[in-house]
């Protein structure tokens, strides 16, 4: 009973936590797209951006600092490892001028064998660090990586990576989602510009007579489902490369059955008619 009474106070400690971030995240995107706030536009720097930008992080850090309790040593060891594969790729692909982000693939590769919380922290690590070292745009973009860390863990929950066919699919509707949530930021924090291939195409669509929100949300729905197509299917391709032991390791692989049968081993094959007896 001492045990329980114990474990309790920490328990709802951390549902508070994640309960009063995702409160400040929805109120600032409600905030964004209610208000629209025209200043933002036109300056990141002025109130309404500053309450924008620190209402994402904020929530955001919340949400890490409710869930990484949660996770066993082996998942919190991995992440550091993730959040250097996110920001480098991200990077590079931002440099290159590419019209997709790639910067999210650490964040599903921990969510499909750690669960959504270990993805969620593994998300908000990677654009916290990068936007406080590399660049700044990366900052209040740390709750798109929650939503991705999220969908990601419960599409390995629902066994979306144990073939290679249904990750992209998972991917595509995760981009959706994602694209929903980042246009009032890329609108309303930084104006549509945030560089990149991306900023051609809100560029492109404002030049059709597309309002700056609309600009933004065209863009999202157009590179977000390819960018997370993308990556799910290149986390499908790495978890069928890393051996079976290491997977079983972690534990929610285990409860959940991520990859079939306890001991089966993510497949790139089709499915085939003598599968079903194995």
Do not use: D, N
């Given at each position: 009973m001492s045990g329980n009474a114990v474990q309790d106070p920490k328990r709802v400690r951390n549902i508070v936590?994640?309960?009063?971030g995702a409160v400040i995240i929805i109120a600032t995107y409600l905030y964004l797209v209610i208000g629209q706030p025209a200043e933002v536009g036109e300056s990141s720097t002025s109130s309404a951006g500053l309450i924008a930008m620190g209402g994402y992080l904020i929530g955001a850090v919340l949400l890490a600092m409710g869930s990484i309790h949660r996770l066993p040593t082996s998942t919190i060891a991995m992440i550091p490892v993730a959040v250097a594969l996110n920001i480098v790729i991200g990077q590079i692909v931002a440099v290159i001028g590419l019209p997709v982000y790639v910067d999210s693939i650490g964040?599903?590769?921990v969510s499909a064998v750690a669960g959504p919380a270990a993805g969620v922290v593994t998300g908000i690590l990677t654009n916290v660090i990068w936007g406080l070292t590399l660049s700044p745009v990366a900052l209040p973009f740390a709750v798109v990586q929650v939503v991705i860390g999220v969908l990601a863990g419960y599409a390995a929950r629902w066994g979306m990576f144990r073939r290679w066919y249904l990750a992209p699919v998972a991917g595509a509707v995760t981009g959706v989602t994602a694209a929903m949530i980042?246009?009032?930021?890329?609108?309303f924090i930084f104006g549509g510009a945030v560089g990149g291939g991306a900023g051609a195409i809100v560029g492109a669509f404002q030049a059709m007579g597309q309002s700056l929100l609309a600009a933004t949300t065209?863009?999202?729905?157009?590179s977000d489902p390819l960018d997370k197509l993308i990556t799910f299917t290149i986390v499908a391709v790495i978890l069928a490369?890393?051996?079976n032991r290491f997977l079983q390791r972690f534990p929610f692989v285990r409860q959940y059955r991520v990859f079939?049968?306890?001991?089966?081993?993510?497949?790139?094959?089709a499915a085939r008619p003598e599968d079903a007896g194995a």
């Open positions: 936590l994640i309960a009063a964040t599903v590769l980042s246009a009032p930021i890329a609108a065209l863009q999202g729905l157009i490369a890393l051996p079939g049968e306890v001991g089966a081993k993510p497949s790139l094959r």
